[in-house]
């Protein structure tokens, strides 16, 4: 079946787009407005693109009713700064929760009983039960049409003690993080517990197993 994209009206795209680029990782950011009130979303178009420099990519759709944008692209745009942490599977319901379309008064973090852990860098604080937070600040804001691309340049990144197994190495025992990314329609997620392993091929290796 061939999908025309050029035809295709926006409600239609999103749909493919996310029915078929899965998993997702989830961006669960949160961020200040100007008088201080904390704002969380998550966030699932969403990768790192680049460690030099070290770039993480997010973006963010138009709001629906009488905002322009959402809360935090508009907090975002106001301050500069954010905090991206992971989602945990003990950690999606609450991770649900801060993605209902509140009010910008609204505290999400609060409404969804989640604690916070205070960042180094920059002023939003990280969400104490994620085990990951990247604290980032503004690289490029990319106008895409309906979409913002963000990207935000890493200043600093927190790893759960416990899932830290060499800090002088920088080796992070990732499946402990027990992270989970999103999958197709508005509520389907997967854990990150089915792995496979294919190490790399070095070249010489290859060239040798095809001369057998
Ligand atoms: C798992 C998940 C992933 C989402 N990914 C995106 C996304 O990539 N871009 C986007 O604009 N909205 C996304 N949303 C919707 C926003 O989280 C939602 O609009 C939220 O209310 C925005 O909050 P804010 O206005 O406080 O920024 C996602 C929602 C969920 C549940």
């Not at 061939?2 to 035809?7: G, N, P, R, S, Y």
């Not at 379309?101 to 920059?122: F, H, I, M, Q, R």
């Not at 990314?181 to 517990?193: D, E």
């Amino acid at each position: 079946m061939l999908f025309d994209f050029t035809t295709l009206p926006t409600k239609d795209r999103y749909k493919l787009i996310t029915a078929t680029v899965v998993p997702r990782p989830i961006a669960w950011v949160v961020t200040q407005d100007a008088a201080g009130v904390l704002n969380a979303a998550p966030f699932s178009f969403f990768n790192a693109v680049s460690s030099d420099p070290p770039i993480l990519a997010l973006s963010i759709g138009g709001a629906t009713g009488a905002e322009l944008n959402k809360d935090t692209l508009a907090n975002i745009q106001a301050t500069g700064q954010f905090t991206l942490c992971l989602v945990p599977e003990d950690a999606l319901d609450a991770m649900n929760v801060t993605a209902i379309n509140l009010p910008p008064e609204v505290d999400e973090l609060a409404e969804a009983g989640l604690d916070t852990l205070p960042s180094s860098k920059v002023a939003p604080p990280r969400i104490a039960r994620s085990p990951v937070a990247f604290e980032c600040e503004t690289h490029q804001l990319i106008p895409l049409g309906g979409n913002t691309l963000v990207l935000g340049r890493i200043l600093a990144l927190h790893v759960r003690d416990d899932c830290v197994l060499d800090a002088a190495r920088h080796h992070v025992d990732t499946p402990r993080l027990g992270l989970v990314g999103r999958m197709h329609g508005g509520g389907w997620y997967l854990r990150t517990t089915d792995r496979v392993e294919v190490p790399r091929i070095p070249l010489p290796d290859w060239l040798a197993r095809k001369q057998l």
